[in-house]
Each structure stands twice: as C-alpha cells, then as structure tokens.
C-alpha cells in the first residue's frame, strides 16, 4: 500500500485525537520503521490494519468504524490534492463511474506500483448507479467511506445500499447500490 495511504491515516489521528495518541498506536501496533513513512514508498498493507486495530484498542471504536471514517477522510484530502482529478466530473455518478477508467488510472501513473481495487459501475437508471467493488485486499469499509465521502463532496441526497457478496477465488466482493433520494 502507498505511503500517501499511512501518512493521510496519521494526519486524520493527529489532527482529531491528537499526538500523544498517534505516538501510542504507533508503539503499540509494533512497525517495522516505528511509522516513519514517506508518501512515495510503498508497504505492507497489513501494517496499516494493525495501525487501526491499535486505534480501535485505545478509543473502542470498532475497526470497521475507523477504516469508514478514514475513507471519508480521504476522499476529502483528495479533493483538496488533485483537483485535476475533479475538474471534469460533475456530481457523484459521474465522478464514480469515472475511479476504474480515469481516476485510479491517473494514480497508477503517479505511483505505477500502486495496489488499486477494481470498481465498474453500471447505471441502472438515471436515479440509480451499482458500483462492484473486488479486491484481494479486503477493503470494502474504506470504499463506503470513500463513497460516503463523495456524496459529502457534491452535497447530493443518495442513498447507499451495501451487500456483501461471497469471495471469488481470493477477492472480496461488495456491491454498493446508490439511489438518489425522490424530491
Ligand atoms: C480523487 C479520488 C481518488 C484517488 C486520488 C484515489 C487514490 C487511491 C490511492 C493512492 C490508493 C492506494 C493504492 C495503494 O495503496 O497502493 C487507492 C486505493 C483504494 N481506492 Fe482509490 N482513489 C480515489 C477515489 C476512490 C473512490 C471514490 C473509491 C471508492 C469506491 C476508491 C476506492 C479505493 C479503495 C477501496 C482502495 C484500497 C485498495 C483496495 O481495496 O484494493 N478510491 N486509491
């Protein structure tokens, strides 16, 4: 997983719990390089899910809270990171159906070694969009959170439905179902 990953976690455990705790969870989800990360290195993806079950320990926050929250997190550091990204996506459906063939596309270039998820959407009406997230990686909380995170950004009344669905061979599955609310 790339850097930029761990280093926007700590920033959102600094910034809202502050530097005592970021320290503590760093000791205790014993890292290899005690959490010194640079945004462009690229690490075990694991260390980063110690680093949340070291959060959790301490707040009794469940786990799939946290990553949730850290997905909305990062959506809005993104937004403020690659406005690029941005410029010619207007609203959340345009913006998600655009992650597997433009976004996560232009993050490979930034880091060509990057782990991306695959997310096809389909629109299944114009009020409706079904976005499949697999991944060997286990991270459907983060995508809600990212997901979440989106319809934050545009301020759009849609409402997400999960289903998880059973592994195919090593990847995790989950369908997210989003509907814009009627007026
Ligand atoms: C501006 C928007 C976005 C940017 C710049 C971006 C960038 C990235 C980056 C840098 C990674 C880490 C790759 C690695 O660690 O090797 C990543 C992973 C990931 N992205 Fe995106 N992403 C964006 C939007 C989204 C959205 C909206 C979703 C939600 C569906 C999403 C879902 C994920 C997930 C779940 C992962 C974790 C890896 C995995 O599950 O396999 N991303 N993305």
């Given at each position: 997983?790339?850097?930029?990953?761990?280093?926007?976690f700590?920033?959102?455990?600094?910034?809202?719990?502050?530097?005592?705790?970021?320290?503590?969870?760093?000791?205790?989800?014993?890292?290899?390089?005690?959490?010194?990360?640079?945004?462009?290195?690229?690490?075990?993806?694991?260390?980063?899910?110690?680093?949340?079950?070291?959060?959790?320990?301490?707040?009794?926050?469940?786990?799939?809270?946290?990553?949730h929250?850290?997905?909305?997190?990062?959506?809005?550091?993104?937004?403020?990171?690659?406005?690029?990204?941005?410029?010619?996506?207007?609203?959340?459906?345009?913006?998600?159906?655009?992650?597997?063939?433009?976004?996560?596309?232009?993050?490979?270039?930034?880091?060509?070694?990057?782990?991306?998820?695959?997310?096809?959407?389909?629109?299944?009406?114009?009020?409706?969009?079904e976005?499949?997230?697999?991944?060997?990686?286990?991270?459907?909380?983060?995508?809600?959170?990212?997901?979440?995170?989106?319809?934050?950004?545009?301020?759009?009344p849609?409402?997400?439905?999960?289903?998880?669905?059973?592994?195919?061979?090593?990847?995790?599955?989950?369908?997210?179902?989003?509907?814009?609310?009627?007026?």
């Amino acid at each position: 997983m790339k850097g930029v990953v761990f280093t926007e976690f700590m920033e959102l455990v600094e910034s809202r719990m502050g530097l005592d705790m970021l320290d503590r969870i760093i000791t205790e989800a014993e890292l290899p390089n005690d959490g010194a990360y640079t945004s462009v290195g690229t690490y075990d993806h694991a260390e980063l899910v110690r680093l949340v079950m070291a959060l959790s320990n301490a707040t009794g926050m469940p786990i799939p809270a946290l990553i949730h929250l850290f997905g909305q997190h990062l959506f809005q550091r993104f937004s403020e990171s690659y406005p690029m990204l941005f410029q010619d996506a207007h609203g959340v459906f345009d913006f998600l159906s655009r992650i597997d063939d433009v976004i996560h596309v232009e993050v490979r270039k930034l880091y060509p070694d990057a782990e991306l998820p695959s997310l096809p959407c389909s629109r299944l009406s114009p009020n409706e969009l079904e976005l499949l997230y697999s991944s060997p990686r286990g991270f459907a909380d983060l995508a809600a959170g990212l997901i979440d995170g989106c319809i934050a950004h545009y301020k759009e009344p849609i409402q997400v439905t999960r289903t998880d669905l059973a592994k195919e061979g090593n990847l995790h599955r989950t369908r997210f179902h989003l509907q814009i609310e009627p007026a």
